[in-house]
């Protein structure tokens, strides 16, 4: 049996310290968790940085290396740093470092690097390497060298491979959410059905049971499936609340591919053990003829500026799309009139908050609003263009008239200056996997000892 | 005619990754389950999201009484023209729905 103590979903979300301490009670085998996903958008990618507060980061990883001595087992944390590029490993490890500076700790920590290179990537996609998944987009070599970061997905191989080195801590790069919990129960012979099923219900932390802000679980593999049982007070699980995980963030509830094979629940039962465990048997692990790993990128789209105001009169909140409409028309012919850039190289969109920002053109519904935000967005080639196409819009956002007979009007902008800039904005470029001759291939591991 | 909000318990609608949007219908019970795999059609969703219905996979799970579809994202999650980040809005517009 090999039992796995998950302490919350993600890093940086924060967990339930008295239930951490039932955990630690259980003798856990490895704390694991995880420390990112794409879920936030291309940015932290694109920029190889954490989303979570260095502070929150710092104090709940202080938290859980505690809990890892007192226990004397392995702490994992896959796609560190909300991204898992080797920056945000190497911004965990400078925070790993300096915890175990202030209390005088002696750690061997094991690193696993998920970056690549992205002319190597382009190479290996015209040597015919790299597959497109479902939904992928079109991609050159051009776009993958255009990449800022590209990541490749690590699998149980390569956490078992960093498990092995006996270190204290692991601090991985990007993984799938599930590796770094399925990793030692696959070591230790578990079923290998249970082991990824098992780790996909755990990688939310509780969000597989009825009070999913608590975090902590646990997750106990053996050889025929799994247990899992939330530790904080009052939180259950049920058949229907694991069973109902499957479905969360899964374009299909019952296959879930990994490196090196594919999880197949569709005969999965669950049953309840007692109004707080649930023991699922029955998955089923289905192993492939090649191993692939899948990769991640983001190249830059250009730099992003930002104009915000608000319309309040209502004859103007009445009539607020044909007034963007205008103003879009207009200030466009003004960009290209007097700014050196082409109507391809940028782009201006205004976007009206209380009509129609969610959707767009899938707006099915109007309404009457008491007022409207105005967004305008502009992206350009550079962070000077975007700046100087702000400027030319600020005007018409402040004093843009419905016609031209009417006295000018003045709205309101909610700062001085009213133009907000991102700086340069990414996309995500690659939904594609990677075929390997080893699972290590695309990896690198290091063991550091610290202190 | 009823909007598919108030028959269900919940409609939910969430990234499953990047570049694919689920949306899962949860009925709360067997009745209002076998109503709305009879009633909504895969080509309302497909009409939804101004996509191809060829596109859309579907899912009818009477373990759960949930139905759930899944289709590449409208817009790919970040991109310019991306609305909602982590795709969560989408299911106000497939809760509208009459069934």
């Keep these: ?451 | 005619m009823a909007e598919l909000g108030t028959l269900v318990t919940k409609v939910r609608s969430k990234n499953a990754g990047p570049f694919w949007l689920t949306v899962d219908i949860f009925c709360g019970n067997a009745e209002v389950y076998s109503r709305v795999v009879r009633d909504l059609k895969t080509t309302q969703i497909a009409d939804v999201f101004h996509a191809d219905s060829q596109t859309i996979k579907r899912f009818d799970m009477p373990n759960l009484n949930v139905v759930k579809f899944s289709l590449p994202r409208p817009t790919v999650q970040g991109a310019i023209g991306d609305r909602d980040m982590h795709g969560a809005s989408w299911a106000a517009l497939v809760g509208e729905l009459d069934i």
């Design chain 1, 1 to 451: 049996m090999t039992r796995v103590l998950i302490p919350s979903g993600a890093l940086g979300l924060n967990y339930d310290p008295e239930a951490l301490a039932r955990g630690l009670a259980a003798k856990p085998d490895i704390i694991a968790i995880d420390g990112g996903s794409t879920d936030s958008g291309p940015s932290y990618l694109g920029r190889g940085v954490s989303k979570y507060a260095r502070a929150s980061t710092k104090l709940e990883w202080a938290g859980l290396m505690a809990a890892r001595a007192k226990a004397g087992v392995p702490l994992v944390i896959g796609t560190a740093g909300t991204c898992g590029t080797d920056s945000a490993v190497d911004w965990m490890l400078d925070i790993t470092r300096e915890i175990a500076s202030e209390h005088g700790t002696t750690l061997k920590v094991a690193v696993l690097r998920s970056s690549q290179d992205p002319d190597r990537i382009a190479q290996s996609f015209e040597a015919g390497e790299i597959t497109p998944l479902p939904g992928a987009p079109e991609v050159s070599t051009t776009d993958i060298r255009a990449c800022a970061n590209i990541v490749a997905l690590a699998g149980i191989e390569q956490i078992a491979a960093a498990i092995e080195t006996g270190a204290d801590i692991i601090i991985a790069g990007r993984t799938t959410d599930t590796a770094i919990i399925a990793a030692l129960p696959l070591m230790q012979g578990c079923h290998a059905g249970g082991a990824w099923h098992g780790a996909k219900i755990g990688e939310c932390g509780a969000l597989c049971a009825t009070n999913p802000q608590s975090g902590v679980i646990l997750i106990d593999f053996d050889t025929t499936g799994f247990t899992v049982t939330p530790l904080a007070d009052g939180a259950h699980a049920s058949p229907h609340t694991v069973s109902a995980h499957m479905l969360y963030e899964n374009s299909d509830p019952f296959i879930l591919h990994e490196p090196g094979g594919h999880l197949d629940v569709t005969a999965a039962s669950y049953t309840a053990l007692n109004d707080t465990s649930v023991r699922v048997e029955g998955s089923k692990w289905v192993p492939s003829d090649r191993y692939t790993v899948k990769l991640e990128g983001a190249r830059p789209a250009g730099a992003r500026t930002v104009v915000m105001a608000l319309l309040r009169d209502p004859r103007y909140v009445a009539n607020a799309a044909a007034w963007a409409d205008d103003i879009v028309t207009k200030c466009t012919a003004k960009v290209l009139d007097r700014m050196n850039i082409c109507a391809e190289d940028f782009r201006l969109e205004i976007r009206l908050m209380g009509q129609s920002a969610s959707f767009g053109a899938l707006e099915t519904r109007t309404g009457d609003p008491v007022e409207i935000g105005v967004i305008g967005i502009i992206t350009a080639p550079s962070e000077a263009q975007a700046a100087e196409i702000g400027k030319l819009l600020n005007p018409y956002l402040l004093h843009h008239p419905l016609t031209q007979e009417e006295e000018q009007p003045t709205f309101a902008f909610l700062f001085s200056p009213p133009e907000m800039h991102q700086g340069i904005v990414y996309e995500f470029t690659l939904h594609h996997v990677l075929h390997l001759e080893n699972p290590m291939d695309a990896f690198r591991l290091e063991v550091i000892d610290i202190g």
